[in-house]
């Protein structure tokens, strides 16, 4: 079954403390991107890498870290910098061959508690 | 920096209408434009993809335009029907890929 899979679908963190949301993906795509959504609100990017073993900050880096060590997973860790993280996380993923549609995975919902 | 409006934020309309969805932008320099479903705690789902080059795109009852030098996009939505409830996003990407997302329009169709 391709696709792009999001673990775990519901996360709750403690203050102060670090948790990292996982994205698997088998479409051999090359880009993979961090969204954010808060309610009534679009998506907004976090961190992008276009390739394995690089990645830039989106427009609301600041609290978030990521890592890309294989082509197909692309882990975004929340840190206890990030004040304010209770939203909707989405990644998603774009192909050589279509190089910029857009396909996405099912989403994790981190809360604080 | 690319700003993308969508205008209604909600809208609610009987079944069998057919209604339009419209997508602003303030960059004409984009590779594309797509517009998503999104269900209530889900997803992102694709409908349609317009490449730059391109003025529209079709896909069963839904139909998408592009207008680059106005800056708008418009997805036309034929017979509505309640299983089309959602939200609809736009989204437009640039020569970096990553996308610009418009805030929706969440859609309510009456049974």
Same mark, same amino acid.
């Given at each position: 079954?391709?696709?792009?899979?999001?673990?775990?679908?519901?996360?709750?963190?403690?203050?102060?403390?670090?948790?990292?949301?996982?994205?698997?993906?088998?479409?051999?795509?090359?880009?993979?991107?961090?969204?954010?959504?808060?309610?009534?609100?679009?998506?907004?990017?976090?961190?992008?890498?276009?390739?394995?073993?690089?990645?830039?900050?989106?427009?609301?880096?600041?609290?978030?870290?990521?890592?890309?060590?294989?082509?197909?997973? !692309?882990? #975004?860790?929340? +840190?206890?910098? *990030?004040?304010? /993280? %209770?939203? !909707?996380? #989405?990644?998603? +993923?774009?192909? *050589?061959?279509? /190089? %910029?549609?857009?396909?996405?995975?099912?989403?994790?919902?981190?809360?604080?508690? | 920096?690319?700003?993308?409006?969508?205008?209604?934020?909600?809208?609610?309309?009987?079944?069998?209408?057919?209604?339009?969805?419209?997508?602003?932008?303030?960059?004409?320099?984009?590779?594309?434009?797509?517009?998503?479903?999104?269900?209530?705690?889900?997803?992102?789902?694709?409908?349609?993809?317009?490449?730059?080059?391109?003025?529209?795109?079709?896909?069963?009852?839904?139909?998408?335009?592009?207008?680059?030098?106005?800056?708008?996009?418009?997805?036309?939505?034929?017979?509505?029907?309640?299983?089309?409830?959602?939200?609809?996003?736009?989204?437009?990407?640039?020569?970096?890929?990553?996308?610009?997302?418009?805030?929706?329009?969440?859609?309510?169709?009456?049974?």
């Amino acid at each position: 079954d391709g696709g792009i899979t999001q673990s775990p679908k519901y996360l709750f963190r403690k203050e102060g403390q670090n948790v990292t949301l996982s994205c698997e993906q088998n479409l051999n795509h090359d880009a993979m991107y961090w969204y954010r959504q808060d309610p009534g609100q679009g998506l907004r990017l976090i961190y992008y890498s276009q390739i394995v073993n690089d990645f830039q900050k989106g427009d609301i880096a600041e609290g978030y870290s990521v890592s890309r060590e294989k082509k197909e997973s !692309f882990p #975004l860790t929340v +840190t206890s910098a *990030q004040k304010n /993280p %209770t939203a !909707f996380y #989405l990644c998603a +993923t774009t192909g *050589q061959d279509r /190089p %910029t549609e857009a396909f996405f995975g099912q989403g994790t919902r981190l809360t604080v508690v | 920096k690319q700003e993308v409006t969508q205008i209604p934020a909600a809208l609610s309309v009987p079944e069998g209408e057919n209604l339009v969805l419209n997508c602003s932008f303030t960059d004409s320099a984009i590779y594309n434009l797509q517009w998503f479903r999104q269900d209530p705690g889900k997803g992102l789902t694709s409908l349609l993809l317009i490449q730059s080059s391109q003025r529209e795109q079709t896909s069963g009852r839904l139909n998408a335009s592009l207008d680059k030098s106005s800056g708008r996009s418009t997805l036309y939505i034929a017979a509505s029907q309640p299983g089309d409830s959602a939200t609809y996003l736009c989204a437009l990407s640039g020569s970096a890929r990553q996308l610009t997302f418009g805030s929706g329009t969440q859609l309510t169709v009456l049974p």
